[in-house]
T-cell receptor, first 113, second 111 residues
Framework: NAGVMQNPRHLVRRRGQEARLRCSPM?????VYWYRQLPEEGLKFMVY????????ESGMPKERFSAEFPKEGPSILRIQQVVRGDSAAYFC???????????FGPGTRLTVL | DAKTTQPPSMDCAEGRAANLPCNHS???????VYWYRQIHSQGPQYIIH???NNETNEMASLIITEDRKSSTLILPHATLRDTAVYYC????????????FGPGTRLSVLP
């Protein structure tokens, strides 16, 4: 049973470009969470999605960031007009609901030049 | 979610048991204790969780005090590959509840 998959693992963007990060949850999981980890800091919750619905986006920056989890395909975290402060590791986790143990992917490391 | 307190760092000799403490004195009756670890810059790895009974799996044991105000994660025979940051998190076990990661304990397993 494959775990949570994220791609790309490393992404380099110039300031002002768009970054798209993908997350495929574990098989059978319909709940997806995105977290961000800035250098030398802990993980911070960003957004929680179920298929076709954003349930909790209380941790998302108000501008430039968006997330989706379509009926088919992976969840996408999109960052428009990236700035250097967006450089971080972005982790996706998935769960099946119920008691909701979350399983994390390997992360995408975004570097903004 | 209740706040947890962990020592910032610990050392353990390879092959010995690593005992990582966590205080959660304000834990509510419906909150579980979860442990995750993060090895270097990898994604957090689930270790174990429990409500009030002690739990054991292939990775570790979780001992929760009777009043539930503290717990200990035990790695019975630590190896160099167990060097990581260990996070103790308490939260309600409902879907949709995000995990709040504190600074954790940086465990160094020494040869």
């Amino acid at each position: 049973n494959a775990g949570v998959m994220q791609n790309p693992r490393h992404l380099v963007r110039r300031r002002g470009q768009e970054a798209r990060l993908r997350c495929s949850p574990m098989k059978g999981h319909s709940h997806v969470y995105w977290y961000r980890q800035l250098p030398e800091e802990g993980l911070k919750f960003m957004v929680y999605l179920q298929k076709e619905n954003i349930i909790d986006e209380s941790g998302m920056p108000k501008e430039r960031f968006s997330a989706e989890f379509p009926k088919e395909g992976p969840s996408i975290l999109r960052i428009q007009q990236v700035v250097r402060g967006d450089s971080a590791a972005y982790f996706c986790a998935s769960s099946s609901g119920g008691t909701d143990t979350q399983y994390f992917g390997p992360g995408t490391r975004l570097t903004v030049l | 979610d209740a706040k947890t307190t962990q020592p910032p760092s610990m050392d353990c000799a390879e092959g010995r048991a690593a005992n990582l403490p966590c205080n959660h004195s304000t834990i509510s009756g419906n909150e579980y204790v979860y442990w995750y670890r993060q090895i270097h810059s990898q994604g957090p790895q689930y270790i174990i969780h429990g409500l009030k009974n002690n739990e054991t799996n292939e990775m570790a044991s979780l001992i929760i005090t009777e009043d539930r105000k503290s717990s200990t994660l035990i790695l019975p025979h630590a190896t160099l590959r167990d060097t990581a940051v260990y996070y103790c998190i308490v939260r309600v076990a409902n879907y949709g509840q995000n995990f709040v990661f504190g600074p954790g304990t940086r465990l160094s397993v020494l040869p």
